[in-house]
């Protein structure tokens, strides 16, 4: 998704959760019409997990935290339930570690969108993605609206009030009183109050600001996070292989999985696929080295070259996916990983290793998505869906764009 855009919702019970390099402090608040909280049972976070349709859930530190919205449960009257995000770390602003919101099918995990704002700088917390109401029917939009004064910002605009406690010793930025893990000093949060001053107005991005890149060499991404092709200011348009491995995990048994890549236009209508058994598209931009039948072996099993400069202008979406059309599981799959290669040197440039196994038959490595810039953007997704085959993955891959 991009920023403005919105997709409907097709289930009553929805997840969002918000994933960044860093741990973050995550809530959702429940707005009315007039774009205000009705009173402090409204804001939904660490210190109040629970209110009317909406709930709260700690990822722990080890995972993303989440706010699931059960839209059938939220009362009369709630029109907008906003998701923010803030770095749990006291005055640490975005840049260089944007967010990704992954919006999901509350009850099987099943990936309806996911959104990453663009060129952040010096805004310390966001609302991140808005569930809505709009005719009758709930959508989800992507916003990345940044706030540079952190979670009070959003909270004043809002009309919720976070105070400090009175017996703290010194004050503290309200992003980490508001959401952090410290039982101890718990936040006070008022009703709206009627003479409230007018919010803050959002913090524009710092120019030049951004994801992170390449400047500093290999990155290693985990689930969820995005990293912009970008080296010395300037996008990346040459040969790049993404190469794909894995091992069976019980030795001596064999494992044949085919990786491929979905081609997307820019309203995720699918273009083409190139897989083994169609091993170049889009007039050659694209092509696939060939199937492996075993999975045993050092190095790649299977290589995607991807020619970043001819990918025609109607295509902007690029999804890597792995399937078994024997029906093994990925439980029976050792050391998944995905890596983007420089063609001309064969430096390594971006690797997601899979860290977890479900039992299904296809998994959604990684995304390349095309940026206004020109650029492109890699999103390591690790979803795993129910699919034998390349054509089974194209509607959760546009899914995931």
Known sequence: MTPGSN?????????????????????????????????????????????????????????????????????????????TASP???????????????????????????????????????????????NGAWKARAVGQGYANGLAGIATDFGVTVEEPAAAPAPQPATAQAAAPQPTAPPVVA???????????????????????????RVSLQKNQTVSLVKGGSPLLSLVHMGLGWEPAFHGKDIDLDASVIAYGPQRD?????????LSILNGAIKHSGDNLTGEGGGDDEVIVVDLGRIPPEVTGLVFTVNSFSGQKFTEVAKAYCRLLDAATGEELVRFDLTSAEAQTGVMMAKLVRQFSGEWDMTALGEFVKARTVRNMVKPGAQAL
Not at 270 to 278: A, E, L, N, P, Q
């Open 88 to 134: 749990d770390a006291a005055g640490q602003t975005f840049q260089g570690i944007e967010p990704t919101a992954t919006i999901r099918n509350a009850d099987d995990g099943s990936v309806l969108g996911t959104f990453t704002p663009p060129q952040l700088g010096t805004e310390t917390a966001l609302v991140v993605v808005e569930i809505y109401l709009r």
């Open 270 to 278: 699918h273009v083409d696929s190139c897989y083994f058994g169609k």
């Open 191 to 217: 009703p709206p109050a009627p003479a409230a001053p007018p919010a803050a107005p959002p913090a524009a991005p710092a120019p030049g600001a951004g994801k992170i890149n390449l400047d500093k060499g």
């Open 7 to 83: 997709i409907p919702l097709p289930v009553s019970r929805v997840a969002v959760d918000v994933a960044a390099p860093v741990r973050l402090d995550v809530s959702g608040l429940l707005l009315t019409g007039d774009g205000k909280v009705r009173s402090d049972d409204d804001f939904i976070f660490y210190n109040q997990p629970s209110g009317p349709g909406v709930t709260y859930r700690s990822g722990g530190g080890t995972s993303a935290d989440a706010i699931t919205v059960d839209t059938a449960a939220v009362p009369p009257g709630i029109e907008k339930i906003v998701v």
